[in-house]
């Protein structure tokens, strides 16, 4: 039961978004070198969802999360996931929305294709497990079908730096992908760092564990704003308030994702 006074009663608070448009940048030095950069001359939108992994031993409802807080003994990425239900739907629903797009889906959502197709993608658009380990972030994509040796299908910051990259925006549309190991000059030493050092003017990541259909729908209503001409952080905006308005109003659901870099 909940009254208007209840703390878990969100439908009468009152929200930065409502007034405000909002993002964020490692430092001023860094929002003005991103901001210098000539906007790119790509065309194509990379998406790539629903991942191929199996789901024997280690089942996951939420789009990533925490991993191995103990690693004492571990020296193996042997773990499982359930495939996320609704990544699909997301990624469909956004190819058919926008043009120009290239689609990962399934057996084909393999990180040497994804490789491959970043450096020519102005937007690129991850909807996947992700994972800390030790405070460093990764991304999972499909174990199957992936025939570069050098590729386990675990993307991993070190990767990311060394790819090039000219997008406008990267999303990663995963479990708390905006974290990592806090350095006291360089902020977070995250997803978003990478993506910047690998040329892209700007990320949406994640601040905590992300529910799955939720997210779908969040992202659906980002891009139709996006489509409209709004900017990426006017559309982040608005479709956060479209999901406190029409879906549930507790932060939880749509607070986690936050833009960086170029507004």
């Not at 089942?59 to 499982?80: I, K, M, P, W």
């Not at 190991?181 to 990320?203: C, N, P, T, V, Y």
């Amino acid at each position: 039961y909940m009254n208007d006074e209840s703390p878990y009663n969100y439908d009468n608070h009152q929200f930065l978004i409502n007034n405000y448009s909002v993002s964020y940048s490692p430092s001023a030095r860094i929002l003005c070198a991103v901001r210098s950069i000539p906007e790119s001359d790509r065309t194509n939108l990379l998406l790539v969802g629903d991942p191929q992994i199996s789901s024997e031993n280690f089942a996951v409802s939420y789009r990533g999360g925490g991993l191995f807080e103990n690693t004492e003994g571990y020296d193996r990425r042997d773990f499982s996931l359930y495939p996320l239900k609704y990544s699909i739907t997301e990624v469909e629903y956004i190819e058919d929305l926008l043009e120009n797009t290239k689609a990962l889906l399934r057996d084909e959502a393999t990180e040497s294709n994804f490789k491959e197709e970043a450096a020519n993608s102005k937007i690129i658009h991850l909807s996947t497990h992700s994972f800390l380990h030790e405070k460093k972030p990764f991304i999972v994509f499909s174990f199957e079908g992936d025939q570069r040796n050098s590729d386990d299908g675990f993307l991993e910051m070190g990767e990311i730096e060394q790819l090039d990259i000219n997008s406008e925006l990267v999303v990663l549309s995963s479990c708390r992908s905006g974290l990592g190991e806090i350095d006291r000059s360089e902020g977070i030493i995250g997803m978003q760092k990478s993506f910047l050092e690998a040329g892209a003017k700007s990320s949406i990541v994640t601040l905590w564990d992300i529910n799955d259909k939720q997210t779908s729908v969040l992202m659906q209503k980002f891009y139709e704003y996006l489509r409209e001409g709004f900017s990426k952080r006017e559309s982040l905006r608005k479709a956060k308030i479209y999901f406190k308005d029409n879906y549930s109003a507790n932060p939880y659901f749509w607070a986690a994702f936050v833009l960086t870099g170029d507004p």
